[in-house]
């Protein structure tokens, strides 16, 4: 049976405005004082280029179905380069109706998951919103290192507000993207929030220009 989803309203613009340079500052401030380290990347080029120095050649590496790292080239590099045990060739090669049990745990707990996040407030805390869920646990405890890569439009003034960004402009585009590919749309299932974090587990590269949703 063809699941059908709700019609989204247009994504609203609102979320879509950079942060100044020195919000961006302030947010990183505020990111180290919650365990996070945070990084304020030059451009899409510089972060890609940090958030690889933070990886050891042939480490396992999961990365997250993300449009970030698919724009700033993270996505390809991890898994068609050759240098790490990417997962998620591993899990394509997996038959979901007989192995399911086994793509779970590969993915539930890697040694590094790359991603992003959908919102971060001013005073620090991460918003990621997800259908399946599937990378909030590697997210929140299971994974051995973190690292999220955000543009400077994802900051917002606190929980509340990020919570309306995911499902007023976040969610549209993803349902949007789904829909383009021929998929039936997108679903906000679960949201995670990341308030504190033990340091050097969790690293953030903010970047000074448009990424992702």
């Known amino acids: 049976m063809t699941m059908v989803l709700p019609q989204l309203p247009a994504p609203n613009q609102t979320f879509a405005t950079p942060a100044s340079p020195e ?10 004082r919650r365990g996070i380290q945070a990084i304020i990347a030059e451009d899409a080029a510089d972060a890609k280029r940090l958030a690889l120095a933070m990886i050891p ?3 396992e590496v999961h990365i ?3 449009e970030t790292m698919a724009q700033i080239g993270l996505t390809a590099e991890i898994q068609e380069s050759g240098r790490y045990g990417a997962v998620r060739p591993q899990l394509m090669r ?3 109706a007989t192995q399911h049990r086994e793509m779970r745990k590969l993915a539930s707990a890697p ?7 959908h919102a971060i407030t ?6 990621v919103a997800s259908g399946s869920g599937s990378q909030l646990g590697p997210y929140a405890q299971s994974a051995g290192k973190v690292i999220l890569v955000a543009g400077h439009q994802k900051i917002v003034r606190d929980v509340e507000e990020g919570l309306r960004r995911i499902e007023e402009y976040s969610l549209p585009l993803e349902d949007q993207r789904m829909k383009g590919v021929g998929r039936p749309g997108s679903i906000l299932g679960k949201v995670l929030l990341v308030q504190r974090d033990m340091p050097g587990r969790i690293s953030l590269i903010l970047v000074p220009e448009t990424l992702g949703f």
Do not use: F, K, N, P
């Not at 919000?23 to 180290?32: G, K, P, T």
């Open 23 to 32: 919000r961006l500052r302030q947010v990183a401030s505020a990111l180290e």
């Open 57 to 59: 050649e042939g480490a």
């Open 64 to 66: 997250a179905l993300s």
């Open 94 to 96: 997996l038959d979901r």
């Open 111 to 117: 040694d590094y998951i790359l991603g992003s996040v």
């Open 122 to 127: 001013d005073d620090g805390v991460l918003l």
